[in-house]
């Protein structure tokens, strides 16, 4: 194991540590589960960005590398979620929300902060993804398809990330922050279906790597569990556009 990669695996454990405390807190203190206010987006993010941190550090271990580009990319990828996690944490602990929030030059430099985390993360996976598209190492083909999937989906989430920060500060310029908190999460179910495909579908693969079926008949399990998965995350996208 690389330097880079045990360094990645350890924040990632520390976020899932943190998401973890903050669920135990809002199970012992009994306090809000919704709105933009609430302790459950501390929560959510500790966990997504530690399992994705951790996810994308191990995926990253198949792709062919040099070790100068993994080192920068896992980094500043490894960076980006631990600034992402604490901002939004910060911000929830003060009672304030953490993104559309312009009522203070305090306010409007974390929301400006976590906008650029969020891109800085995009960067980080478009180039992985496009690396591993790249890549002709030996794979098992199930592996390589369920990788291929699993970043695209990763490439989809950011997309659909962006798309609901967009929509939050174009109301927040128009004038209407609380319509921002209101709605500008309106992709949130599809944006969490993709965002963790690059958990699920891996670890379909290694589940059929571990059986006794043929390499054809686990390629075709990845690939209907390819296909399931992005029927479920197009039925969450028709269900967020309907609401």
Request: glycine residues 10%.
């Amino acid at each position: 194991m690389r330097a880079v990669e045990r360094a990645a695996y350890a924040v990632g454990g520390i976020l899932l540590a943190s998401g973890l405390i903050h669920v135990a807190v809002l199970i012992i203190g009994g306090g809000s589960r919704q709105g933009p206010l609430s302790l459950r987006k501390a929560a959510t993010f500790g966990l997504s960005f530690g399992l994705t941190l951790i996810n994308v550090t191990f995926i990253a271990s198949f792709v062919t590398l040099k070790d100068r580009s993994r080192n920068l990319l896992i980094g500043v990828f490894a960076t980006a979620c631990v600034v992402e996690t604490f901002l939004v944490s910060m911000q929830a602990w003060r009672g304030v929300p953490s993104h559309f929030n312009m009522e203070t030059p305090f306010d409007a430099a974390v929301a400006e902060t976590l906008a650029i985390g969020g891109f800085t993360l995009v960067v980080v996976i478009v180039a992985l993804t496009a690396a591993a598209l790249r890549d002709r190492a030996a794979l098992p083909r199930g592996l390589r398809l369920s990788i291929h999937a699993g970043l695209v989906a990763l490439v989809g989430a950011q997309v659909v990330g962006g798309l609901m920060i967009a929509t939050g500060v174009r109301l927040v310029f128009a004038g209407d922050p609380q319509a921002a908190y209101a709605t500008g999460g309106w992709l949130k179910p599809v944006h969490g279906v993709l965002m963790h495909g690059i958990l699920v579908l891996p670890l379909l693969a290694w589940l059929t790597s571990a059986s006794r079926w043929s390499e054809a008949t686990q390629l075709r399990a990845v690939r209907a569990g390819v296909v399931v998965y992005g029927l479920i995350a197009a039925v969450a996208m028709l269900l967020s556009v309907r609401n």
